[in-house]
Structure formats: C-alpha cells, structure tokens
C-alpha cells in the first residue's frame, strides 16, 4: 500500500468521499509534485498518511502546506 491517499475538491462542488480521490503516492513531494502539475487545480486538498496515521490539511497550493 502505499504511505499518502490524495483527496482534491472545490469548494462549490465537493464530490465527495472516494468521488474526490486524486491518487496514492508513495511519498510527500511526489504527491506535492502532482498537485503542482494538476491540469485542473482543486481549491483544497486532503491527505491520509497511512504511516502515522494522520490527515494533512492544503488551504490552497499558494498557501503551502499545513498540517
């Protein structure tokens, strides 16, 4: 399995559950890589880290990470 689940909504049109699944990613900055180069930019995004058990919070890319 790999470690970070990438979950990616707008704020007037959140699918979701599994609906705003954007990828799994074996590490931080190659799901950072992906969100950079997204060809449809989410407003936020969410991600499980499935090592330590944690959820990390992206306000918006600009914003940089918070967690």
Not at 13 to 38: L, Q, R, S, T
């Amino acid at each position: 399995m790999k470690r970070y689940f990438l979950f990616g909504f707008d704020e007037y049109y959140p699918a979701g559950g599994m609906n705003d699944f954007k990828g799994d990613f074996v590490d931080f900055n190659e799901m950072f890589d992906f969100i950079k180069n997204e060809e449809c930019q989410s407003d936020y995004y969410e991600a499980f880290d499935t090592k330590e058990n944690i959820r990390l919070y992206y306000d918006e890319l600009k914003k940089g990470f918070v967690q």
